[in-house]
C-alpha cells in the first residue's frame, strides 16, 4: 500500500479513536453530573461527595486509558510527528462544529502532550491557539426560562417556582415565594431603583453543589439588570429557599475560585459561560469553565489569558507579596491577578514534609470540598516562559533551590511543574495596612475560615497568618498546603502540665509528641494580635483553642456525618439584613 494512503487511514482511524475516547468520557461525565437531582431529592449528601470525586478523576483516567491504547496500536509510530501531525488536521476536521469542540481540543492535547513529554506548546501535535477568545464562536443561547411581570411580582415568583420539578414538596411554598420577592423589592429599593420588574430569566437546568439546588439568572427591568441566585435546601419537612442573592459580589463568591465544581446537566457548557458572564462581567472565563465542572477547560483558558496578557504586559515576573516560603517559590507578574508556585529542591527540617508529600497535598485539595476557604491550584507541567520576563533575583532562586522544577533551555524558562492560583493579599500584610474595624473583621473571619475548614475534615497545619490570604470580597482564605492534613488523622490533646521548674523551662517538650499531635490551646501564643483582637478571637471563636471542639468535630466526620459549609448567608440572617435595611 502507498505509504501516503496507509499515513492518511491510520490517522483517520486514530482521530476516530481519540473522538469516541472524548464520547465516552462527556457521556460519563454526564450521566455522574445527572445523579445530581436524585442525590439532592433523597438528601443523600455522601452520595454527592462521592460522585464529586469521581467526575473529577474522569478526565485522567480517560487519558490515561486512551494514550496507553494509542501505544498499543500504533507500536513503534507511537511517536511518529508526521503521523501525528496528520492525526490533528484528521480530527479538526472531525469534530468541525460540534458544542464545545473547545472541550474536544484540549483532551486531544492532553493526549499529545502526555505522549510526547510536551515542553511548552507544539502547535504541530496540539491546539494551541492561544490568541482564541473561546466565546467568540457562540452564536446560539443557554436554555432558559423567561418568566414576564404581569403586574405582580409575588404571582411572577409564584410561577417561577412552582416550575421546578421536584418530588420532594415545599415546606411552606407561600413563605419562600413571599421571601424571595421581598429580597428583590428591598435590593431594587436600596439601588433607588422605583420601575418595577420586567422579566426573570433562569438557566433551565438547576445547579447542584453537595447539599444545595441552585438556580440561576438575572433579572430585568427597564435600564437595569440584576444577578438572581436563588439557594435552595431540602430538609426533612421539605423544600425551602434558603437564600436568595442579589449582589455581583455575592454571586461572584458563590461561583469562586475557592468552591468545588457544580454538577448542572449543560447541553453547550460554553452558552452558559456567556450567560454567567452577563452577571459576572469580573469573572474570568477560565474560573468559569472550570466551576462548571470542566476544570481542563479551564486550565486551557488560563494558560490562553496568560498567553494574551504577556504579549502586551510591561512587567516582569517578581517575588510575590509576603514573606519566603519554606517550601515553595512563590513569584507573580504583578500585572496578572494570579501567583505561580514551584516546589523547592529541599524543604527545611522544620516542615517535617518531603517535596513528593507536598504534591499529595495540592491533589488532596483539587479532590476535596474547598468550602469557600482553600484556593484551587491549578497545576501545569513542562511550562515555557521567556527568560528576560524574569526579574534576576527571583530567576537566581529558582535555579539554585528549584532546580529540579525550573531550568533554562535557550532564552526561556522551563517550569516542569508549577501551580497557578488566584492572587490574594497575605492575612498578615492586611492586618499592617487595614484600619481597625478591617482588622476586627479580618480576625473575626480567620477564626471562620479555620471552623469552615474543619466542619470539612480539613486542619490547615500553620495557622500562621502568613499562610492565609483576603479576597477582594473581604473573606480570608489558606493557601499553604504543605503542613495542612485531615482532621480525621490528627490526635487533638490537652497540654499537659509541667510538674517542676525545670519542666517548664526546657525548651522542648519534656512530654512524648506523636507527628500527629495537635495541642489547640497554643494556637493563640503564634498569631500577633493586640488586646483587643484577642479578646474578640477569644470571645468568638475560643472552642478552637480546644481539644473538645477539635474530638467532637473529628467524630461527627468519623460517624459519617456530612457538616455543611454554605457560601452565603442562610435565609434566616439575610431576613434580618434586609428588615434592618429597609428602615434605614
Given at each position: 500500500?502507498?505509504?501516503?494512503?496507509?499515513?492518511?487511514?491510520?490517522?483517520?482511524?486514530?482521530?476516530?479513536?481519540?473522538?469516541?475516547?472524548?464520547?465516552?468520557?462527556?457521556?460519563?461525565?454526564?450521566?455522574?453530573?445527572?445523579?445530581?437531582?436524585?442525590?439532592?431529592?433523597?438528601?443523600?449528601?455522601?452520595?454527592?461527595?462521592?460522585?464529586?470525586?469521581?467526575?473529577?478523576?474522569?478526565?485522567?483516567?480517560?487519558?490515561?486509558?486512551?494514550?496507553?491504547?494509542?501505544?498499543?496500536?500504533?507500536?513503534?509510530?507511537?511517536?511518529?510527528?508526521?503521523?501525528?501531525?496528520?492525526?490533528?488536521?484528521?480530527?479538526?476536521?472531525?469534530?468541525?462544529?460540534?458544542?464545545?469542540?473547545?472541550?474536544?481540543?484540549?483532551?486531544?492535547?492532553?493526549?499529545?502532550?502526555?505522549?510526547?513529554?510536551?515542553?511548552?506548546?507544539?502547535?504541530?501535535?496540539?491546539?494551541?491557539?492561544?490568541?482564541?477568545?473561546?466565546?467568540?464562536?457562540?452564536?446560539?443561547?443557554?436554555?432558559?426560562?423567561?418568566?414576564?411581570?404581569?403586574?405582580?411580582?409575588?404571582?411572577?415568583?409564584?410561577?417561577?417556582?412552582?416550575?421546578?420539578?421536584?418530588?420532594?414538596?415545599?415546606?411552606?411554598?407561600?413563605r419562600s415565594v413571599a421571601q424571595v420577592a421581598s429580597a428583590i423589592t428591598v435590593r431594587l429599593h436600596l439601588l433607588g431603583e422605583r420601575r418595577a420588574v420586567d422579566s426573570i430569566e433562569l438557566i433551565r437546568p438547576v445547579f447542584y453543589q453537595l447539599t444545595r439546588a441552585y438556580l440561576v439568572g438575572r433579572?430585568?427591568?427597564?435600564?437595569?439588570?440584576?444577578?438572581?441566585?436563588?439557594?435552595?435546601?431540602?430538609?426533612?419537612?421539605?423544600?425551602?429557599?434558603?437564600?436568595?442573592?442579589?449582589?455581583?459580589?455575592?454571586?461572584?463568591?458563590?461561583?469562586?475560585?475557592?468552591?468545588?465544581?457544580?454538577?448542572?446537566?449543560?447541553?453547550?457548557?460554553?452558552?452558559?459561560?456567556?450567560?454567567?458572564?452577563?452577571?459576572?462581567?469580573?469573572?474570568?472565563?477560565?474560573?468559569?469553565?472550570?466551576?462548571?465542572?470542566?476544570?481542563?477547560?479551564?486550565?486551557?483558558?488560563?494558560?490562553?489569558?496568560?498567553?494574551?496578557?504577556?504579549?502586551?504586559?510591561?512587567?516582569?515576573?517578581?517575588?510575590?507579596?509576603?514573606?519566603?516560603?519554606?517550601?515553595?517559590?512563590?513569584?507573580?507578574?504583578?500585572?496578572?491577578?494570579?501567583?505561580?508556585?514551584?516546589?523547592?529542591?529541599?524543604?527545611?527540617?522544620?516542615?517535617?514534609?518531603?517535596?513528593?508529600?507536598?504534591?499529595?497535598?495540592?491533589?488532596?485539595?483539587?479532590?476535596?470540598?474547598?468550602?469557600?476557604?482553600?484556593?484551587?491550584?491549578?497545576?501545569?507541567?513542562?511550562?515555557?516562559?521567556?527568560?528576560?520576563?524574569?526579574?534576576?533575583?527571583?530567576?537566581?532562586?529558582?535555579?539554585?533551590?528549584?532546580?529540579?522544577?525550573?531550568?533554562?533551555?535557550?532564552?526561556?524558562?522551563?517550569?516542569?511543574?508549577?501551580?497557578?492560583?488566584?492572587?490574594?493579599?497575605?492575612?498578615?500584610?492586611?492586618?499592617?495596612?487595614?484600619?481597625?474595624?478591617?482588622?476586627?473583621?479580618?480576625?473575626?473571619?480567620?477564626?471562620?475560615?479555620?471552623?469552615?475548614?474543619?466542619?470539612?475534615?480539613?486542619?490547615?497545619?500553620?495557622?500562621?497568618?502568613?499562610?492565609?490570604?483576603?479576597?477582594?470580597?473581604?473573606?480570608?482564605?489558606?493557601?499553604?498546603?504543605?503542613?495542612?492534613?485531615?482532621?480525621?488523622?490528627?490526635?487533638?490533646?490537652e497540654l499537659p502540665q509541667a510538674t517542676n521548674h525545670e519542666d517548664e523551662m526546657r525548651a522542648e517538650p519534656w512530654f512524648y509528641v506523636a507527628d500527629n499531635d495537635i495541642f489547640p490551646e497554643t494556637f493563640l501564643r503564634f498569631l500577633p494580635f493586640d488586646d483587643e483582637e484577642r479578646e474578640l478571637f477569644?470571645?468568638?471563636?475560643?472552642?478552637?483553642?480546644?481539644?473538645?471542639?477539635?474530638?467532637?468535630?473529628?467524630?461527627?466526620?468519623?460517624?459519617?456525618?456530612?457538616?455543611?459549609?454554605?457560601?452565603?448567608?442562610?435565609?434566616?440572617?439575610?431576613?434580618?439584613?434586609?428588615?434592618?435595611?429597609?428602615?434605614?
Amino acid at each position: 500500500m502507498d505509504e501516503a494512503l496507509l499515513l492518511a487511514r491510520i490517522a483517520e482511524d486514530c482521530a476516530g479513536r481519540i473522538a469516541d475516547a472524548f464520547a465516552a468520557y462527556d457521556a460519563e461525565f454526564r450521566a455522574i453530573t445527572r445523579r445530581a437531582p436524585l442525590r439532592f431529592e433523597m438528601r443523600d449528601w455522601k452520595g454527592s461527595q462521592r460522585d464529586a470525586v469521581e467526575r473529577i478523576e474522569l478526565y485522567e483516567r480517560h487519558v490515561g486509558r486512551t494514550v496507553g491504547e494509542l501505544k498499543r496500536q500504533l507500536g513503534e509510530r507511537a511517536l511518529d510527528r508526521e503521523l501525528w501531525k496528520a492525526i490533528r488536521a484528521s480530527f479538526a476536521a472531525r469534530i468541525e462544529g460540534l458544542p464545545d469542540n473547545e472541550f474536544t481540543r484540549t483532551f486531544f492535547s492532553s493526549i499529545t502532550r502526555r505522549l510526547f513529554g510536551t515542553v511548552g506548546v507544539d502547535p504541530d501535535i496540539e491546539f494551541v491557539a492561544t490568541e482564541l477568545d473561546p466565546l467568540a464562536s457562540i452564536s446560539s443561547r443557554v436554555v432558559t426560562n423567561v418568566y414576564r411581570n404581569r403586574g405582580s411580582l409575588v404571582l411572577l415568583i409564584e410561577e417561577l417556582l412552582g416550575d421546578l420539578r421536584f418530588h420532594s414538596p415545599w415546606r411552606d411554598f407561600e413563605r419562600s415565594v413571599a421571601q424571595v420577592a421581598s429580597a428583590i423589592t428591598v435590593r431594587l429599593h436600596l439601588l433607588g431603583e422605583r420601575r418595577a420588574v420586567d422579566s426573570i430569566e433562569l438557566i433551565r437546568p438547576v445547579f447542584y453543589q453537595l447539599t444545595r439546588a441552585y438556580l440561576v439568572g438575572r433579572i430585568d427591568g427597564r435600564g437595569f439588570r440584576l444577578p438572581l441566585v436563588i439557594a435552595l435546601r431540602n430538609t426533612e419537612q421539605g423544600l425551602l429557599v434558603d437564600a436568595v442573592m442579589l449582589r455581583e459580589d455575592e454571586v461572584s463568591i458563590v461561583f469562586g475560585f475557592t468552591r468545588s465544581y457544580y454538577h448542572v446537566d449543560l447541553e453547550r457548557v460554553g452558552e452558559a459561560v456567556v450567560f454567567l458572564k452577563s452577571i459576572l462581567p469580573r469573572k474570568p472565563v477560565s474560573e468559569l469553565f472550570t466551576v462548571l465542572g470542566r476544570a481542563k477547560q479551564g486550565k486551557t483558558e488560563r494558560f490562553r489569558e496568560l498567553m494574551r496578557h504577556l504579549a502586551t504586559a510591561g512587567d516582569r515576573f517578581v517575588h510575590a507579596p509576603g514573606e519566603r516560603g519554606l517550601v515553595m517559590v512563590c513569584f507573580t507578574l504583578p500585572s496578572f491577578d494570579v501567583v505561580f508556585k514551584v516546589i523547592r529542591d529541599r524543604v527545611p527540617p522544620q516542615k517535617n514534609v518531603l517535596p513528593h508529600e507536598v504534591a499529595a497535598k495540592y491533589q488532596l485539595v483539587f479532590r476535596h470540598d474547598r468550602a469557600g476557604r482553600l484556593i484551587d491550584a491549578q497545576e501545569f507541567r513542562r511550562m515555557r516562559l521567556p527568560r528576560a520576563l524574569f526579574d534576576p533575583e527571583l530567576l537566581d532562586e529558582l535555579l539554585s533551590e528549584a532546580s529540579a522544577n525550573a531550568h533554562l533551555e535557550g532564552t526561556d524558562v522551563v517550569l516542569e511543574h508549577v501551580y497557578i492560583e488566584r492572587r490574594v493579599r497575605p492575612l498578615n500584610l492586611h492586618m499592617q495596612a487595614s484600619d481597625r474595624a478591617e482588622r476586627l473583621r479580618a480576625v473575626l473571619d480567620y477564626g471562620q475560615c479555620i471552623r469552615d475548614l474543619a466542619y470539612t475534615n480539613i486542619f490547615a497545619g500553620d495557622l500562621l497568618l502568613k499562610n492565609f490570604g483576603v479576597t477582594r470580597h473581604g473573606r480570608v482564605i489558606f493557601y499553604d498546603y504543605d503542613e495542612l492534613c485531615l482532621v480525621t488523622d490528627c490526635n487533638f490533646r490537652e497540654l499537659p502540665q509541667a510538674t517542676n521548674h525545670e519542666d517548664e523551662m526546657r525548651a522542648e517538650p519534656w512530654f512524648y509528641v506523636a507527628d500527629n499531635d495537635i495541642f489547640p490551646e497554643t494556637f493563640l501564643r503564634f498569631l500577633p494580635f493586640d488586646d483587643e483582637e484577642r479578646e474578640l478571637f477569644l470571645r468568638v471563636h475560643g472552642e478552637l483553642l480546644t481539644p473538645h471542639f477539635w474530638n467532637r468535630v473529628k467524630q461527627r466526620h468519623l460517624d459519617g456525618e456530612v457538616l455543611e459549609v454554605m457560601p452565603y448567608r442562610p435565609q434566616s440572617q439575610q431576613e434580618r439584613l434586609l428588615r434592618a435595611a429597609a428602615l434605614q
